[in-house]
């Protein structure tokens, strides 16, 4: 469903009288408060976690010569949200991926206590190990030597809905959860409380399913012994 459809479909989940909207744009009263909430629903759920598969994009970029510190404007993202912290990979630049290695994440206390102390603030070579700064910009150890390709993925930031045809990035099987959050709303703005009840109970009921569907797998590690 778009944002159109979404609103309407939440009127008629709410009860509320009258004809279906035919656009959510410049709506007041009533119908602008639904519009609001449905546009707050769909940015409460994308905001409730940190790693929703759908909002997991991929990128990679060229490191400069004796350049540690990186942002997500250096990486050319613009709906940078957070990173990814286990998808980051190193390849020499030219060599097609054929020397490409995996990136160890290190906390940022730990690296600034290694690769940004003594000798090794200096220290110039391919980075093994990458990590993530207070301000989210992406630091490398050691010192890139060269141009080295980096690939790996990040999360966006919310996306708003606002044009009638605005679709949300969630599948289709899940866009009722907007629905049923934005009924949430309406009931605590009404005082209705039978319909903050089902909202509530459908939206726990879907929002179980969703995290199931678009969580990433939690797998064990191999034996210890």
Request: with cysteine.
């Amino acid at each position: 469903m778009n944002l159109l459809q979404l609103v309407n479909q939440t009127r008629v989940e709410c009860g509320v009288s009258g004809p279906a909207l035919t656009t959510a744009q410049g709506q007041t009263g009533e119908s602008g408060r639904m519009v609001a909430w449905v546009v707050q629903a769909w940015t409460d759920i994308q905001t409730s976690k940190e790693d929703w598969l759908f909002m997991r994009e991929s990128f990679d970029f060229n490191t400069t010569a004796n350049i540690w510190e990186y942002s997500a404007s250096d990486a050319g993202l613009t709906d940078f949200g957070n990173w990814k912290r286990d998808s980051f990979r190193c390849s020499t630049y030219g060599q097609d991926y054929k020397d490409e290695q995996l990136l160890n994440y290190m906390e940022w206390t730990t690296f600034r206590n290694l690769y940004r102390y003594a000798n090794m603030r200096n220290t110039k070579a391919r980075p093994v190990v990458v990590s993530i700064m207070p301000n989210k910009d992406l630091a490398f150890g050691s010192i890139p030597d060269q141009v080295y390709v980096i690939d790996g993925e990040y999360y966006t930031q919310p996306v708003t809905l606002s044009a009638d045809a605005d679709t949300p990035l969630l599948p289709a099987r899940f866009h009722m959860a907007i629905v049923y959050r934005a009924m949430m709303y309406y009931a605590g703005y009404e005082a209705a409380s039978e319909v903050m009840a089902r909202g509530e109970f459908e939206y726990r009921r879907l929002y179980m399913r969703m995290e199931i569907d678009q969580l990433p797998t939690l797998i064990s590690g191999p034996p210890l012994a």
